[in-house]
């Protein structure tokens, strides 16, 4: 089953299997969710479905695998399937360039004021110009929060083009090897009080909802600018609109709120020491097509019996 | 000794002047006619490109004038042919912006491959749910053509190949094939540039050559899947040939800084596009800049009143005399 719009790379993929596809794009959430125990896989975009334990429990006997569309697993209950046997294969890697590239469009759409100076060229405003003084990254300090495949991209990217110092913040141990361009602290106060620019790349677990809030706010740069293209409650939203007014950092970039779609009038509309995209950062024609086929071909492993590449939950192989 | 700081300029390069014991005169307005008042009695100006011109006549008035030093780079709006034959040294500070440009092109190109205008516009709009039509390309794996390579088309080549992977190559008519770094092939005209790649990037000065060097044959001969960035300046791309170019899909989209007029008219037809990314010539502009700039164009003028030969002249014959 595939409840919402992936490219036909990815559709053709399972069809070449031998699998018959269904598409209920147009189906609602409801609908899809009664369906689920006529499956053995779901392919699902995260913004379509949760698949919390309630939704699962009793209601999935025939479905072997969840397939997601993306990197992040926040809208699936992991503990629930694989105690239910259900493997949960994502695209964890499809995303990363796109993510990491858009990191850096934002980043420098900050630093360069390339969104405000347009709107104003545009409004007739050029002569004002002198009023958007920039500044260079050369030298400043990057503060990276996850040294995941995302994170090190930027890293090490604004390293070579910049020459940016990195920092990049990890609580514990990473499961990635860390770049040498980045040197990995486990300091967050330290962190958080020396970088100039802050680049969220870390999942939405409970540990990192709302861990950049009004503390990290007062101890920021003045100057500072902070990005979030992980999850929106990662930052506590209310906080960083207030720290904004007050001037606490110079600006903010954000690809994802706390509440999406976000409110109409949510106020960081009206500012303009910010840039706002719609959960975009992920979106180009590579990445649909690398996530598309990445996520397929995981459901074809599992149906063959086959241990995926991208498996979440690897412990439902085991025994 | 007495100085005219022609433009605002970052206080750095002033308190240079003054420590140096100079009367700095600041007079901010863009008329030659301003300066000529004053021109008699002065020593040197401190000038932007974009200010007052220094014309012929303020040079062949100005009977004490020994430097004029410009804030920036290009030095059209000084009479350069007047001054060398009357002697006066025509300077600029070269590489006080080459990182901000560097920076600003980067930031043009990754905000065009990845649409963030279009969907930061469409997001403040109430407009979340149509993200899906915001589909960008990766920069990754792609051809980068650099038309020009001086100080910032070089490290733009070198830095965009390095850092995000792509393919890069170049043309300029003063670099020989030999003369080419590692990272950048070389392509002996532009049309190998056109037929390649992904992303246009000019870096070349406006001279009588280079005028209207991408007009519409060119654009018609990318690819419609190009974008094309101009932070050089306004006269070497056609604007009307680019307006048409990108409203009849014959390249995907533009990143301006600099327009043939500047400013440019309110009704600039660029403006409308949304395929399109539009800066206030400000591309050099960062405080890093601003100081290099401004501390850069104070101390040639020390140099030239000190009697020492000065590191950036751009009419390298009074030095010969």
Redesign the interface.
């Known amino acids: 089953m595939i409840p919402s719009?992936i490219v036909e790379e990815g559709v053709n993929l399972l069809k070449d299997a031998g699998l018959e596809v269904v598409t209920l794009f147009d189906e609602p959430k409801e609908k899809v969710l009664e369906q689920l125990s006529d499956y053995d896989a779901i392919l699902t975009r995260l913004t379509k479905i949760t698949l919390y334990s309630d939704t699962l429990e009793g209601k999935t006997d025939g479905l072997k695998v969840v397939g997601v569309h993306g990197a992040g697993v926040d809208n699936i209950d992991v503990d629930k399937a694989t105690e239910l046997g259900i493997a949960v294969i994502s695209t964890p890697e499809a995303n990363a360039?796109?993510v990491a590239?858009?990191t850096?469009?934002?980043?420098?759409?900050l630093?360069?004021?390339?969104?405000k100076?347009?709107k104003?060229?545009?409004a007739?405003?050029?002569?004002?110009?002198?009023q958007?003084?920039?500044?260079?990254?050369?030298g400043k300090k990057l503060g990276i929060v996850g040294p995941g495949g995302i994170g090190s991209r930027v890293g090490?990217?604004?390293a070579?083009?910049?020459d940016m110092e990195v920092l990049t913040y990890h609580p514990g141990e990473p499961s990635h090897t860390v770049p040498s361009e980045m040197t990995l602290t486990n300091n967050w106060e330290g962190f958080i009080k020396e970088c100039d620019v802050i680049s969220l790349h870390c999942p939405l677990i409970p540990q990192t909802e709302g861990m950049v809030g009004k503390e990290e706010f007062r101890m920021m740069k003045d100057d500072a600018y902070l990005i979030n293209v992980a999850r929106g409650p990662i930052i506590d939203e209310k906080a960083l609109i207030e720290a904004l007014d007050q001037g606490e950092l110079a600006g903010a970039a954000l690809d994802v709120y706390e509440e999406?779609?976000?409110a109409?009038d949510n106020p960081l509309?009206?500012m303009d020491n910010v840039?706002?995209?719609?959960?975009?950062?992920w979106?180009?024609?590579?990445?649909?097509i690398k996530m598309a086929v990445d996520s397929a071909q995981g459901i074809i492993d599992v149906l063959n019996g086959d241990q995926p590449e991208y498996i979440v939950n690897p412990e439902v192989f085991e025994g | 000794m007495k100085v005219i700081v022609e433009s605002p300029v970052a206080k750095e390069g002033v308190e240079l002047l003054k420590d140096e014991g100079y009367e700095v005169v600041e007079i901010y307005e863009d008329d030659p006619e301003v300066l000529l008042e004053e021109i008699g009695s002065v020593d040197a100006i401190l000038a932007r490109p974009t200010g007052a011109r220094v014309t012929a006549e303020v040079l062949r008035e100005g009977d004490r004038l020994q430097v004029v030093s410009i804030h920036g780079v290009g030095c059209e709006n000084v009479d350069i042919d007047m001054a060398t034959e009357e002697g006066i040294y025509v300077l600029n500070t070269p590489n006080a912006n080459t990182e901000a440009v560097v920076e600003h092109t980067f930031g043009l190109m990754s905000n065009l491959s990845k649409r963030i205008l279009e969907a930061d516009r469409a997001t403040r709009n109430g407009d979340y749910e149509t993200r899906d039509q915001y589909i960008g390309v990766e920069m990754k794996g792609k051809t980068l053509g650099v038309i020009g390579l001086g100080r910032i088309g070089l490290e733009v080549g070198r830095r965009l190949g390095r850092a995000c992977g792509m393919e890069v190559v170049g043309c300029d008519p003063y670099l020989g094939a030999s003369e080419f770094p590692d990272e950048i092939e070389y392509a002996e005209d532009l049309e190998k540039i056109f037929e390649v790649s992904d992303f246009i990037t000019v870096h070349c000065p406006l001279t009588e050559g280079t005028e209207g060097l991408i007009g519409q044959e060119e654009l018609h001969k990318m690819k419609e899947s190009a974008f094309l960035i101009n932070v050089a300046r306004g006269g070497i791309v056609d604007e009307d040939a680019l307006v048409d170019a990108l409203k009849e899909g014959e390249i995907r989209g533009a990143a301006i800084d600099v327009f043939k007029e500047e400013p440019p008219a309110d009704d600039h037809p660029l403006f409308d596009l949304n395929n399109v990314i539009v800066t206030p010539h400000t591309a050099w502009l960062t405080e890093e800049a601003r100081r290099r700039m401004s501390t850069g164009a104070a101390e040639g003028i020390i140099t030239v009143l000190r009697g020492d030969i000065p590191e950036h002249t751009v009419n390298q014959a009074v030095c010969e005399e």
Not at chain 1, 132 to 138: D, H, R, S
């Open positions: 719009y360039e796109a590239e858009h850096i469009g934002l980043i420098i759409a630093t360069k004021h390339i969104v100076t347009d104003v060229t545009r007739g405003g050029y002569e004002d110009r002198d958007f003084v920039g500044v260079n990254l050369e090490t990217k604004m070579k083009a910049f999406e779609p976000p109409d509309f009206e840039v706002v995209t719609p959960h975009t950062a979106l180009t024609k590579e990445t649909r």
